[in-house]
């Protein structure tokens, strides 16, 4: 499968917007268009659906971009009128159905009807065969940045017991949980992290349940793959835990109890799309990125963080942007005690095996 991302003309893009102020100049000789973007849950829930409206908020200072949002769409049938009426309606000629469930059966039949559309989805597997060619998938390498969250974990835990508060055990999120796992007993082999899966993206009152059982069982570090991360970081901090975030900032909402966070950087992969639509481009249909590419970011240190945590996740961050640190790598055992990656086998992170992951790593307390 072709990776039909062009990080160099990309990065070419992203300058000129710095260097405009992020605005007009950079697209100012291509064609006008119009975007539209759909999110499963509110713009501003602290997590998945704001790290996509940031980033649409950033396309809307480009020359010549409109772009029209709908917020609080289910993963249903609803999703296709959504789109349906953004092309319609608004003229749209690039759709991003940014939640999971959008992608099969959803924007595969609305695109099927509109093959002069292009659509990109957060997450999805396209694949190549299979999938309509004005489809595509579009995710980062963001388990890079919650194996750092790990490392900061594994020197900020006093009780060396971890919390995972989890939506659904699908690849992605069980990247993730692996990733933090490991990136904490980088620092300290006999750490344990706990999951709870809650059954879906966004379950406030089950996340604060979540929260609060891990804290009973002496949990003293929490992280999350959720849609909105707030209620269990501001429960954790009531409870006088620590907090690595995810998906966009959390700082503000705990400011003594956050020590970092993994946070994406969508403005990146969006550009590629629209680059290629404007640009009569063909339709990148599998787009990725990691630290180095600049589709994920770290949040900044708390204030709590110690030097020794700063200084280990720091040099493995370079390692990460230089392309010489793998995360994946054999004899890697599940938490069965079954060798899911043989001595001798490292995965780069653009192998689509990690994208299939079904498993939970040795020293998680759980099960998918």
Known sequence: MSQQYNRRDTLKTLAALSAAGAA????????????????VGPRDDYGYNQAQAEAAAQLKKM????????ENVPETAAVQKTMTGMIAQDGASLVFPTSFGYFDPHM??????????????????????????????????????QYLNGVVAGHMTKS???????????????????????????????ITTQVIFTGDWSMPVKEAEATNSLADQGVDVFTMHVDGPKVIVETAAKRGKMVCGYHASQAKLAPQAYLTG??????????????????????????????KEGFVKMSPYGSAVSDAAKKQADAVKAEMVAGKFDIFKGGLKDNKGAVVIPAGKVFKQTDIELEKMNYLVEGVIGSV
């Open 262 to 291: 993994a946070e994406w950087n969508w403005l990146t992969a969006y550009t590629n799309f629209i680059e290629s639509a404007r640009g009569g481009k063909p339709h990148p249909n599998f787009v990725r990125g990691g630290l």
């Open 108 to 145: 595969l039949a609305v695109a099927a009807k509109h093959p002069d559309v292009r659509f990109a989805h957060c997450g999805g597997m396209w694949t190549d065969g299979k999938h309509p060619k004005n489809t595509a998938s579009y995710f980062g390498y963001i388990d890079e940045c």
């Open 63 to 70: 020359a010549g971009v409109k772009v029209v949002e709908e």
């Open 24 to 39: 007009p100049l950079a697209f100012a000789q291509a064609k006008p268009i119009t975007v539209g973007v759909i999110y």
């Open 160 to 190: 060396n017991k971890l919390g995972f508060i989890a939506a659904k055990p699908i690849p992605q999120v069980l990247r993730n949980i692996n990733a933090f796992t490991m990136g904490a007993r980088s620092v300290k082999p006999g």
